[in-house]
């Protein structure tokens, strides 16, 4: 099956969402794969996941969150206008990239027709685009565009591996999941970190909501948070006191404004502030012991980078949309 083109039997194309091990490319998922139908099987499903794959395909068919789930689903039905014959995903967007990233990206949610439609995170739509340009610039991926799963980009390159993820899985309405989707979509990202905590040096939260998510998915681990708590802003960093479970370097937690179109458009985050960002990522997940040297105070970016939050900007103007 090809995202980019309508099913034979339906030339009018939308009408996801896509079944289980059908031929999407990079489905992770079997039609056998365990379907979590509430955020408790979800938190089981997470807590047990042994491999990244079994991860990625348990989210990617996780039903755990009605509304959510209704949402996604009348998105990938209906479809839009401009993507015409495009068959819509519909289902969770699994974290997506390489299998043992030294860096890994995390955003809010997937967009109703970007993600929610490709079936890869940050795919498809706006923030992809400013985002992949970024990676690519910078060096840590194989193509400066990301348009649809199966499109040959790789979150690879000369300068370190990356995988990107989601603090929620599902396309929510008006890009605002709840408190409670929020909560029962956590113990997936708990899962990821646990599993890539071996190989993982920096943790880029793209947006207050994902920063936030990562904080206390870091604390869910075992990890203390510093006190007071690392506040978000552009540029923002907190190197954890201790490694993650199973990891043997202290992680860098970055923060970056989200790629939306309300920052991207307005000029609140450029490419060149992305591109900062993800350079200093890259330099950390290179250096030895996972970042500055301290004692797990947050730490100035330095280097010509820009300030841990620009001045008289409140983390509330970062706007935040899915990706
Ligand atoms: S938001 Fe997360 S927990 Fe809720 S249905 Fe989607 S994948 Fe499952």
Avoid at 19 to 25: D, E, F, M, V, Y
Avoid at 104 to 118: D, F, I, S
Avoid at 295 to 313: C, F, I, K, V
């Amino acid at each position: 099956m090809s995202p980019t083109e309508p099913e034979p039997d339906n030339p009018a194309g939308g009408r996801g969402p896509v079944a289980p091990g059908s031929g999407w490319p990079g489905d992770p998922a079997e039609p056998d794969t365990p379907v979590a139908a509430d955020p408790g099987a979800a938190r089981h499903y997470a807590e047990s996941a042994r491999t990244l794959d079994e991860l990625d395909a348990q989210v990617s068919v996780c039903r755990a969150c009605p509304r959510l789930v209704g949402w996604r689903e009348q998105v990938a039905a209906t479809g839009r206008r401009s993507y015409a014959g495009q068959r819509y995903w519909g289902r969770p967007v699994p974290g997506w990239g390489v299998e043992a990233p030294r860096i890994l990206l995390v955003g809010l949610a997937p967009a109703a027709h970007g993600g929610n439609r490709t079936g890869r995170v940050f795919t498809g739509d706006r923030s992809g685009d400013h985002l992949a340009a970024a990676l690519h610039r910078v060096g840590l991926a194989a193509q400066p565009t990301s348009d649809h799963a199966g499109d040959g980009q790789r979150l690879s390159g000369p300068r370190g591996s990356v995988r990107m993820t989601a603090a929620v899985h599902c396309a929510p309405p008006q890009n605002r999941p709840d408190r409670q989707e929020a909560a029962a979509c956590a113990p997936w990202l708990d899962a990821e970190l646990r599993l890539l905590a071996p190989g993982l040096a920096v943790v880029v939260a793209l947006g207050g909501i994902a920063w936030t998510a990562a904080l206390a998915a870091i604390a869910r681990l075992g990890v203390p948070s510093a006190r007071p708590r690392p506040r978000f802003g552009h540029g923002a960093s907190w190197q954890l006191p201790q490694p993650l479970p199973g990891g043997s370097r202290r992680v860098v937690l970055l923060g970056s404004y989200h790629p939306s179109q309300q920052n991207t458009f307005t000029g609140r985050l450029t490419p060149a502030m992305t591109d900062s960002v993800l350079a200093r990522a890259a330099e950390l997940s290179d250096a030895t012991g996972g970042g500055a040297p301290g004692t797990g105070e947050p730490w100035s970016d330095g280097g010509g980078g820009h300030s841990r939050r620009e001045a008289g900007t409140p983390a509330h103007q970062d706007h935040e949309t899915t990706g």
